[in-house]
């Protein structure tokens, strides 16, 4: 066993001693690697705070490899020999190092990836290293220009703006152009040479709604609060405060002039009590028994006492506080440029207006989109409960078979459009089956149980889910949409709506064009109505309840199936997704109106909307948002319990 | 309906009429002294604290499921959402349980430390210990009174029984019936339990109350002692509950009730206020549940939302259905059948089950099995295990004339039946 | 006289004698779910468990007994925890515990496993505030992990504005109440933190990303802290992903998600967003690789090892070296041998348990890759767990020591300690 070890040991040295042997090839004089040698400290601690002369240091050096260097090094490809400390750059290919040299780009063979240690600049870093490259990729190729591009967005430099202006004359390509105009506009913002200039740059975007534009502005029209006794002059005063406002609270306001040390500070419970505490003598603090000192009151005697007795400084009452208080006034004031802030201010309010519209249409987007999920997650259930008033608490569990469906399918067919193509059908046949056997084994035989019903398909329904626990596990399985369903559709920088939400909202027009079709223009519609309207009139015509019965369970549960794989696209895949969705859906149909497709819809909008509006009121808690939800379809359910769209006559009693 | 147009009739002692509640009654007592004697608190320790503990709890579940049964079995009201009011009565024991035991603490710890604490001292020094854990420190309003027992004792009655009646009062008032109000009860629980999820709702979040088992002033008393304490509790609620459900289903009302469940549209015509009747029974069972819960949670420790999560109330609804609702007996061996059996399979004791290559985990498979066997009940065997009780009466006294009890057929109470 | 003197030292000495003569076997509580909702991340739990008493037994156990894995499964059912723990401790009569995973399960326990001095070891990352006398922290305290993801934030990556988005319960709640303290006393103003809580298992988050978004309107560069719990993080990825939203732009970095969370995404649109544990698969030393390897092939070639398996590891280990130190596995005794173990971590360096049942870990930060592993960017030195931290105003004051003070929740500024048992 340790002859083996020996020779191991001889022959991963020999290995070793034959890969280390080229370093001794690279050139360690090379001015490239000299100046990253300077610097190979900061280097290796790779932290934003101080690898700042490191890169100014390359990017000023004039070397021609300076840009390999920052390019490798951006992109985590720069090593460094653990023995001898010189920088090269390579790839790593399982354990092994194809390793270059900085200065000829000399291949200097294959290594052993341990070692060497990679430089990993963080994302800080590499922003950096991506400004500092800007000067090198304006003038290169197309790809080059946008990440330059990218990097002024990101880390603009004032050096950037005369670079910029310098390539923009030859530029060619219009798109690039005009992204550069833009970039320029917004440097000039911040780092334009004259008063004039900004205040022109500002104004060229009025009205414009990109986030960027209001980041350049914003940061112009910051102010100090000061507070004086006069009122203030000047036209670098912001506005005045008011205490007690909203903007500035009584309290921000005192501590503000105590800050300032225009006022006696006050005292906090506890420094009160540590403050009595180190003047206990003999049982009592200042003559008052310690005993004594169980309420606040009691204690701020006590304190008062001390102050009068030198021993602790003195504090400011409540009373005395307010009096300070209507002694000043307090204002703020603009810290930069007065005339740049005014201009800045001027066109951000037309902006503000802007974005607010914006935003509302982007929020009634969102309610839309949700809208439409919830519409496509409770049409199968417009079928099964509203058409034929089966309760099926297994509906949910459809939505998870259909998602598990596309799972599944996407794991034997890996192109991600072909598989959605093959899942949508294949969802709607499995779900159509189960729906099938469901009826026929369980539904058939409690149609006039309604309530037995309810507790039957629950009993399906967390078997299924635990069904699909144990085959597929516990952890969210991945559904991933297809590359063109990726990103989204943008209008501006606030208004966008993701492709996938668009592809659900489209599903869900096409699964009500659907089922409007099926119900109204095809013999199978028409038995479906007679049979729910009066089953044995409709079978002395000669229609075969039961199948009727069965084939609408399996349509209805079939599109749930669907549904499922347009949920697992845009959410997850989970054996709970189902759970998650039932309440809602039952909500969606009741509120609606049962029996009614246009209520389902109406109802999927009621909900949808209602849900974003209350995010909007209250955006830091989505889950109040769900609570006032509910609470608002039970009363709404008080006021109009068959729902927005009520069926009439005998039709509702059927 | 004989006895409602027959007059005033002498009416004989309840156990007369009701048979099953001194049957029941000498059961739940001989069941409590068994556990007592084989407990390891007062008797000769065959049964572990735990164990206790967990009987202690069957028996306040089958307090709600009787509450249950009173509602859907009786009057046909399917609730899926009769947890909420048991939550609500653990909420509000919890908070007492919660308040006095950080008090002691609190008071301790300040008084070591010089100064005689002030009032706000200490109610910031409790709200700081409670609500630290979720980054707060002040007390939320509906803790306004949690420092006094009386009133928190109050409120796991009133709690539920004022949700009972403002939900019940809106539902039944727009003739909200069948899988309707099951879906919207469904909706209030989770509604509740959504709320109480939320940190701003000043019960703790998802945290809950926790450490109830810890009795302030007891903390030394042994748990097996405290446990046999609140096992005698659970008895006893469940005894008191048992009478009065059987007092208030035997009766004339108790007929109305029937009545309600199997054609409600009749009763009314008949001028009966079917709406008052169904509020009155909804939140008298809401109250059942509530101080349920109130006897439960200081068992199990802890309360947190998840309690009262939609799921809990079918699950509810499913012991009372495998047990055989319509009969009182029923919700009570539901109950305690089901969620017994619940936690053996849960628990790992069942044996695993080989079939071919397949190795039949209980853990995994038990909610399957459970599942589908209540498909089986609700298919195959409507009265639950109660019908077994079913068979043994047809079989002594088979002079039943066909006549059914329900709950689907007729509404005949047994005393009509056998005649 | 002597007589009698020998004699009561022989009974005396027969007496201990159980006490150090071990019951073999050596048994070992496994607390974590099964099935529920949590099962998705304590399944792993559980198996890595029966994985290292395995490996132990192969080895030769503990003070010359076979150890024996007691599995219960609590169901994510928060009061059945208290039941298991107590059926652990009284009926099956176990040495020690590993398990829970969220913290109101740990609260659930912890009055139990006091109330019957047993010993839990505590394998996840937690919101602190907290600090027990029979349970080992092995996960990370805030200042473990919130506070240095936060000081990266701060320091290399220049975000000036915080959006702090998180799932709607304890542990998100007090590590962002603690997030926006120390923020605070950083010079943040408290209009430039967002907050933003979401239900468990939430999915439609358009909104808080346009949100967040639209917090870049004042020209501050935007990050988010993500204390996102389970399925939710799929659905904020996925919708940050469709909006384009690049690392570079407002990077993000996670406290809950780790490698087994990223199995159920399609990481390549999220290259470049951060996560901060103790622990990373991809950590480089000869420890990891073959416990990975060991993983695999236990499991299957498509699992992966997270960081609360690690701590498991380091407890677990740490606990088998206490007992062997103490020579026997009675609580009290292993407790005081637990006090400066030192153990060497996966990630490399050393782990120690401090008087404070907290270990001291490295903290390291990782970019998301397309293969769904992270890369490794910043490892700190070990980095001591702090229980009670500092960055609020009544915890600052408080100090845990087992060893020496012998109290959980001691304060400092009146010298006397607050409780001896933990608050729940």
Redesign the interface.
């Known amino acids: 066993m340790s002859k083996l070890r020996w020779y191991f040991v001889c022959i991963t040295t020999v290995l070793l001693s034959v890969f280390t042997l080229p370093v001794m090839a690279q050139n360690a004089d090379a001015p490239i690697q000299q100046l990253l040698q300077n610097h190979r400290e900061i280097i290796a601690k790779s932290s934003r705070k101080t690898i700042a002369p490191a890169i100014d240091a390359l990017a000023a050096s004039g070397l021609a490899q300076a840009q390999t260097v920052l390019t490798r090094w951006q992109a985590k490809e720069m090593w460094r020999n653990k023995e001898t400390g010189l920088f090269v750059y390579g790839e790593k290919a399982g354990k092994e190092l194809a390793a270059f040299d900085f200065a000829d780009g000399a291949d200097l063979g294959t290594f052993l990836a341990r070692d060497f240690k990679q430089l990993k600049p963080n994302s800080g870093i590499r922003g950096m290293i991506g400004a500092a490259l800007v000067q090198f990729q304006l003038s290169g190729s197309f790809t080059d220009k946008m990440q330059a591009l990218d990097a002024i967005e990101r880390d603009a430099e004032a050096s950037h703006l005369a670079a910029l202006t310098k390539v923009l004359a030859d530029e060619t390509d219009a798109a690039v152009r005009q992204r550069m105009e833009r970039l320029q506009g917004l440097l000039t913002i911040r780092f334009g040479e004259t008063e004039e200039d900004r205040i022109v740059a500002i104004q060229s975007f009025e009205g414009d709604l990109g986030v960027d534009v209001r980041a350049a502005l914003n940061p112009l029209l910051v102010v100090t609060v000061e507070a004086a006794t006069a009122p203030p002059e000047g036209e670098d005063i912001a506005r005045i405060l008011t205490v007690g406002s909203e903007d500035l609270p009584r309290e921000a306001a005192y501590d503000h002039l105590v800050a300032a040390g225009l006022a006696t500070p006050r005292i906090s419970r506890d420094d009160k009590r540590n403050a009595l505490l180190a003047n206990i003598s003999d049982g009592s603090v200042a003559g008052v028994e310690v005993a004594t000192l169980d309420s606040e009151a009691a204690r701020d005697l006590a304190y008062a006492a001390l102050a009068d007795q030198g021993l602790v400084d003195r504090v400011a009452t409540d009373s005395e506080v307010d009096a300070t208080l209507a002694g000043f006034t307090f204002y703020e004031r603009y810290t930069g440029s007065p005339a740049v802030a005014v201009a800045a201010a001027a066109v951000l309010s037309g902006i503000e207006n802007k974005v607010a519209i914006n935003q509302a249409f982007d929020l009634g987007l969102d309610a839309l989109s949700l809208a439409s999920i919830y519409f496509l997650a409770a049409i199968g259930l417009a079928i099964t409960f509203g058409v034929m008033r089966v309760i099926n608490m297994a509906h949910g569990e459809f939505i998870m078979m259909g998602a598990y469906t596309g799972y599944v399918v996407q794991q034997i067919i890996t192109d991600y459009t072909l598989s959605i193509i093959v899942a949508l059908p294949l969802a709607f046949v499995v779900t159509f089956g189960a729906g099938v056997a469901m009826e026929r084994l369980v539904i058939r035989h409690l149609y006039h149980r309604p309530l037995e019903t309810l507790l039957a398909t629950f009993g399906i329904s967390i078997a299924l889910q635990q069904i699909a626990k144990n085959i597929f596990g516990t952890q969210a399985r991945p559904l991933t949409s297809p590359g063109w369903l990726d990103g989204s559709l943008v209008f501006n920088d606030i208004v966008s709506i993701s492709y996938i939400r668009i592809a659900i909202f489209v599903m869900a027009l096409m699964f009500l064009a659907l089922f409007l079709f099926v119900m109204n223009r095809t013999r199978l519609g028409l038995e479906v109505r007679a049979v729910t309207q009066n089953p044995r009139m409709a079978a002395s015509m000669g229609i075969n309840p039961d199948k009727i019965n069965m084939l609408t369970f399996g349509f209805g549960s079939g599109i749930a199936g669907i549904a499922g794989v347009a949920i697992g696209l845009y959410a997850k895949v989970t054996s709970e997704m189902g759970a998650d969705y039932i309440v809602q859906s039952f909500m969606t149909v009741v509120v609606g109106g049962v029996g009614s497709i246009w209520g389902t819809l109406l109802g999927a909008t009621v909900v949808g909307s209602l849900q974003k509006a209350i995010e909007w009121l209250n955006p830091s808690n989505t889950l109040a948002a769900q609570t006032y939800m509910i609470l608002f379809i039970i009363l709404f359910i008080q006021f109009r319990p068959r729902g927005i769209i009520a069926l009439k006559g005998r039709a509702a009693e059927a | 309906m004989a006895e409602l147009t027959a007059g005033p009739a002498r009416r004989r002692p309840l156990v007369v009429r009701y048979p099953s509640v001194l049957i029941f009654l000498t059961c739940l007592g001989l069941f409590t002294l068994g556990a007592t004697i084989l407990s390891e608190g007062f008797g000769i320790g065959v049964i572990s604290t735990s164990f206790v503990k967990t009987l202690g709890k069957t028996l306040c579940l089958c307090l709600v499921a009787l509450g249950m049964d009173l509602v859907w079995g009786y009057c046909g009201i399917l609730s899926l959402g009769h947890m909420a009011f048991f939550g609500l009565g653990g909420y509000a024991i919890g908070m007492w349980l919660m308040y006095e035991r950080t008090r002691l603490i609190v008071v301790d710890s300040l008084a070591a430390g010089g100064l005689p604490a002030t009032p706000e001292e200490i109610s910031s020094g409790i709200a700081a210990q409670i609500f630290g854990v979720v980054g707060a420190s002040e007390f939320p309003p509906v803790w306004a009174v949690a420092h006094s027992l009386p009133l928190q004792l109050a409120a796991v009655v009133l709690a539920p029984g004022l949700l009972a009646l403002v939900f019940g009062w809106l539902a039944f008032r727009s003739r909200v019936t069948g899988v309707y109000l099951s879906i919207l009860t469904q909706a209030m629980t989770l509604a509740l339990s959504l709320y109480l999820f939320q940190n701003d709702s000043g019960l703790r979040g998802n945290n809950g109350l926790s450490g109830l088992q810890n009795l302030p002033g007891l903390e030394n008393t042994s748990q097996a002692i405290v446990s046999i304490w609140f096992l005698w509790g659970s008895a006893l609620a469940l005894g008191l509950g048992y009478v009065l459900a059987a007092w208030m289903v035997s009766g004339k009302f108790g007929s109305v009730l029937r009545g309600i469940r199997d054609d409600e549209a009749r009763v009314r015509f008949l001028g009966y206020p079917v709406e008052a009747f169904k509020l009155f029974v909804f939140t008298v069972s809401a109250v059942l549940a509530g101080i349920a819960g109130a006897i439960y949670y200081p068992q199990a420790g802890i309360i947190n939302p998840a309690e009262l999560a939609p799921i809990a109330s079918i699950y509810l609804a499913v012991w009372v259905a495998i047990g055989g609702r319509g009969r009182l007996y029923g919700a009570v061996i539901g109950a305690a059948f089901v969620s017994l059996l619940s936690s053996w399979f849960t628990g790992g004791q069942a044996p695993d089950l080989n079939i071919l290559e397949y190795r039949i985990q209980w853990v995994d498979w038990w909610t399957v099995l459970l599942g589908l066997s209540f498909v089986a009940v609700t298919l195959f065997a409507p009265k639950g295990i109660g019908g077994l009780f079913d068979l043994l009466a047809a079989r002594r006294n088979p002079n039943r004339h066909g006549q059914d009890l329900g709950p689907d057929h007729g509404s005949l109470r047994e005393k009509e039946a056998d005649a | 006289m002597k007589k009698i003197l020998l004699g009561s030292a022989a009974l005396l000495a027969a007496s201990m004698l159980p006490a150090v003569a071990q019951d073999c076997p050596i048994k070992i509580g496994v607390l974590h779910s099964?099935?529920g909702?949590m099962?998705?991340s304590e399944?792993t739990l559980k198996d890595t468990m029966e994985m290292l008493v395995e490996q132990q037994n192969a080895a030769g156990g503990v003070l010359g007994c076979e150890l024996e894995a007691v599995?219960?499964?609590p169901?994510s059912?928060?009061?059945l925890f208290?039941?298991?723990a107590?059926?652990l401790l009284?009926?099956h009569e176990v040495d020690v515990i590993f398990g829970n995973w969220t913290?109101?399960s740990r609260?659930?326990v912890?009055?139990?496993i006091e109330?019957l001095n047993g010993l839990l070891f505590y394998p996840v990352q937690y919101?602190g505030?907290?600090s027990s006398k029979n349970v080992f922290y092995t996960g990370a305290a805030p200042n473990q992990q919130a506070i240095p993801a936060t000081d990266?934030f701060l320091?290399?990556?220049?975000v000036e504005k915080f959006a702090l988005l998180g799932t709607?319960?304890?542990y998100p709640?007090?590590t962002?109440?603690?997030l926006e303290s120390y923020l605070q006393q950083k010079g943040i103003a408290a209009d430039d933190i967002f907050?933003?809580?979401?239900?468990f298992?939430?999915?439609?988050w358009?909104?808080?990303v346009?949100?967040v978004?639209?917090l870049?309107?004042?020209?501050?560069k935007v990050g988010v802290i993500s204390t996102i719990n389970g399925?939710a993080n799929?659905?904020f990825y996925?919708?940050l992903?469709?909006?384009?939203i690049s690392?570079?732009?407002i990077?993000v970095v996670a406290f809950s998600v780790g490698e087994?969370e990223l199995?159920?995404?399609?990481t390549s649109?999220l290259v470049?967003h951060l996560a901060a544990w103790n622990y990373f698969q991809s950590a480089?030393s000869d420890a990891n690789d073959a416990w990975v390897d060991a993983w695999k092939a236990r499991m299957g070639e498509e699992r992966v090892t997270n960081d609360p398996m690690e701590a498991h590891y380091i407890g677990f280990n740490m606990w088998v070296n206490a007992a062997t130190t103490a020579g026997t596995t009675e609580v009290e005794a292993v407790r005081t041998a637990m006090y400066g173990q030192e153990f060497p971590n996966l990630t490399g360096g050393t782990a120690v348990m401090l008087p404070n049942h907290h270990l001291a870990k490295p903290v390291l930060?990782g970019?998301i890759q397309d293969d769904g592993q992270f890369?490794?960017?910043?490892q700190t030195e070990e980095v001591p767990g702090d229980a009670w931290t500092d960055f609020l105003p009544?915890?600052a004051v408080l100090k845990s020591d087992w060893a020496k003070l012998g109290c959980g929740m001691y304060?400092t500024?009146?010298s006397?300690?607050?409780?001896i048992k933990s608050?729940?």
Not at chain 3, 201 to 204: P, T
Not at chain 3, 241 to 244: E, N, T, W
């Open positions: 099964l099935s909702t099962a998705i399944t599995v219960v499964d169901a059912d928060w009061p208290a039941e298991k107590r059926e009284t009926v913290s109101v609260k659930s912890l009055p139990v109330e919101e505030e907290e990266y320091e290399e990556l220049g709607d319960y304890v709640r007090t962002n109440n603690i907050v933003n809580y979401t239900p298992g939430h999915s439609d358009s909104k808080i346009s949100d978004v639209a870049g309107a004042d020209g501050k399925d799929i659905g996925k919708e992903a469709a909006a384009g690392a570079d732009d990077p087994e199995a159920g995404l399609d649109n470049g480089e930060i970019e890369d490794i960017i910043s009544e915890s304060n500024e009146t006397s300690c607050v409780q608050n729940y």
